[in-house]
């Protein structure tokens, strides 16, 4: 069983900064890539950021790219995602997910990843 448990949301305002975090515990495996995705309220779960098991290789999202950095540390088995110039937009439910093994194919797309954390809510005030 693995768990992903996603933390740091909260209320910022615009062009604030918040740091997400997503620990993973439990019978992980050796290797894996993490993403982060956002659901807005009636709208439909979005890619926001990739990152390699390595850490070497990172994607984002139009919207976020310049603004939100992701990165890693494998002897914590955390995942992180700093939010920077934060705008009303990013507002969202945000998820950390796992996919085990490294590689860059699909890496925008849900169905890809195995495992998911619970989510973690992002209010931004304009």
């Known amino acids: 069983q693995v768990q992903l448990v996603a933390s740091g949301g909260g209320l910022a305002q615009a062009g604030g900064s918040l740091r997400l975090s997503c620990v993973v515990s439990?019978?992980?495996?050796?290797?894996?890539?993490m993403g982060w995705f956002r659901q807005a309220p009636g709208k439909e779960r979005d890619f926001v950021a990739f990152?390699?098991?390595?850490?070497?290789?990172?994607y984002y999202a139009d919207s976020v790219e310049g603004r939100f950095t992701i990165s890693r540390d494998n002897a914590r088995n955390t995942v992180y995602l700093q939010m920077n110039s934060l705008k009303h937009e990013d507002t969202a439910v945000y998820y950390c997910?796992?996919?085990?093994?490294?590689?860059?194919?699909?890496?925008?797309?849900?169905?890809?990843?195995?495992?998911w954390g619970q989510g973690t809510q992002v209010t931004v005030s304009s």
């Open positions: 997910a796992l996919r085990s093994g490294t590689g860059s194919d699909w890496y925008q797309y849900a169905y890809t990843y195995n495992y």
């Open positions: 439990g019978r992980t495996f050796t290797i894996y890539d």
């Open positions: 990152i390699s098991w390595s850490g070497s290789t990172t």
